[in-house]
């Protein structure tokens, strides 16, 4: 084969890759949040007191959490899908959500007598907390997953847990806006075991449906 040869072919090739789905993954989070909506304001819907619950800083800690692990996830996601991106560079801007929780699970401790810890801690929505998390991320998941197959990510698991991170991070903001436990320690405790759960799964189908 001539240099010249060897050189268009190499373009072409080149040119032939595909880049990271951002747009593929972005519509497909909006398409399966679209559906989890209607699932929540059809089962659930937003809790009676929300205006007033919107004034206080527990309520506004989950709101900020959850949107927190929405858009690290959408960035690791994204990245994930590039078969060159490094995972721990994709991965680290997750850490600074249980950096957030553990934050504002010490404010709390410290402004409340030790009494009252478990009771708050417990809550009265764990169940729900950790069945509902799941069952509102299962479309997002879904589609997540069909669009991630247009990347070529290097570590199939790594994307199907970050696909199962952004779900569960959608479905868990919804579930804020309807659940009343707004302790930050019962959200430090009950929704990461329903978001890993998710995670798990995600990983565990990624790395069927993601190979390549």
Known sequence: MRTEDLIRALAADTAAT??????????ALAAGAAVTALLFFALLGLR???ATA???WRFGLKLVVTSALIATALFAA????DPLAPPRAALAPVLAVPALLAIGAGVEMSALPH???AMRW????SLVCLTTIPVLALAPLGALL????SGAPSSPSLAGAAAGLLASGSAAFLYATHC???SPLFVATWYPIAILAVTAAGALIGRKVLRW
Do not use: H
Request: aromatic share 6%.
């Open 18 to 27: 595909p880049a990271p789905p951002r747009r593929a993954i972005a519509m």
């Open 122 to 125: 417990i809550g009265k929505n």
């Open 78 to 81: 994204i990245r994930l899908s």
């Open 115 to 117: 009494d009252e810890w």
């Open 146 to 149: 069909y669009a991630m197959r």
């Open 54 to 56: 919107m004034t206080a």
């Open 180 to 182: 009343t436990d707004d």
């Open 48 to 50: 009676g007191d929300i």
